[in-house]
């Protein structure tokens, strides 16, 4: 083919595409044309999207406790071993094992037929010496007359007073051994040393015991006590005498009051924790030494503080936001938030009392989007 043919062939190419390219722009510019002419003329208003259906509630105020949280175990305020203070055979058991016994209750009892027949000779042999000292000192004073008379010598008068005072030496041993054995008697009862709760009993009736044997365990469980840390920032905030309120699992609805009784001087260097002791009154002994507890020490009161539901917040690169409704429209706003209760949240700062927020449907919504806000129950 020549080369010129070539070329009227591509110059009629080239033709044919502008004309078809004008004929498409023209068409676009008429249609854009007759869809504005169509809008302007019915005065219809310009589109938005449609309203979002949300739930939303009333931003409250309420009295908040500062806390913090400690984990421990609960402790008897007394811990005793019972043990006899002599040896002797057992010969009754007097309580029921993890009974309450008040101060003095008699717990055990053993054999006192030996103490008491000493004691019976004992008192015999004071008598005794109680005759040999009334006749040595009708003696002694009589040899005194006589020595003033000058009949009898002087050694003779010492003679007579020595014997009396022998014999009075005789009375005071004896009177110190019946004194042994009566605390000895005493002794036999091993009584319960303070108001609580005994454990189970480690001997049997007839059991030989020696001095110093266990017998059973003695708890002073009213009130208990709880030791557990906390992190050393918080250590100027912790003053004795604060409320303490205690939970264990055993009863998960309720707590237990109680109050701080120790802070430790000194912070421990390899926890950087500080130990805290709490008294909990236990008058219904319903808790028990050993229990796994969680303690809320309450650092401050703040009044009358704005609080949110928690799913109100949105989490944002800075921090939190909410969503106000105002006027039928979602307003984003950033927010400040404090303390964490159960399913609330502190609003320090962005939020008043009384503002609508959303709390769900959030998700859904950008700021300035018409919303259908439906109250929570």
Known sequence: MPPWSR?????????????????????????????????????????????????????????LQETLDGVGTLEAWATVEISPEITGRITAIRFEEGTFVEEGTVLFELDDDRLR??????????????????????????????????????????????????????KERLEADLSLIERELQDTKILAPMTGVVSHRQVDRGA????????????????LEMSFYLPERYLGRVRTGQPVAVSVAAYPDREFQGVVEFISP????????????????????????????????????????????????????????????????????????????????????????????????HLRLSGGDAVQAEEDG
Do not use: C
Request: hydrophobic share 45%; aromatic share 4%; charged share 25%.
């Open 7 to 63: 070329i009227r062939r591509w110059g009629s190419l080239l033709v044919v595409l502008s004309v078809t390219a004008a004929i498409l722009v023209a068409a676009t510019m008429h249609y854009g044309t007759l869809i504005g002419d169509n809008d302007a003329s019915s005065g219809a208003p310009p589109r938005r999207r449609p309203e979002v259906m949300v739930s939303v509630s009333t931003v409250q105020t309420m009295d």
């Open 266 to 361: 000194a912070v421990d260097a390899s926890t950087r924790q500080f130990l805290v002791k709490a008294v909990i009154p236990n008058e219904q002994r319903e808790l028990k030494p050993g229990l796994f507890a969680v303690a809320r020490v309450t650092v401050g009161e703040r009044p009358d503080r704005p609080v949110i539901p928690e799913e109100s917040l949105v989490a944002t690169r800075r921090g939190y936001m909410v969503f106000v409704v105002e006027d039928g429209v979602a307003v984003s706003r950033e927010v400040t938030t404090g303390l964490r209760l159960e399913g609330m949240v502190e609003i320090v700062e962005g939020l008043a009392e009384g503002e609508q927020i959303v709390r769900e449907g």
């Open 117 to 170: 027949h000493q004691r019976a000779s004992r008192k015999a042999a004071i008598r005794a010496v109680d005759a040999n000292v009334a006749n040595s000192r009708r003696i002694y004073e009589r040899r005194l007359q006589l020595r003033a008379r000058g009949v009898l010598t002087e050694e003779e008068t010492e003679e007579a007073e020595a014997d009396l005072e022998m014999l009075l030496a005789d």
């Open 208 to 223: 030989h015991v020696t001095i110093g044997r266990t017998l059973a365990h003695f708890y002073q469980i009213d009130p």
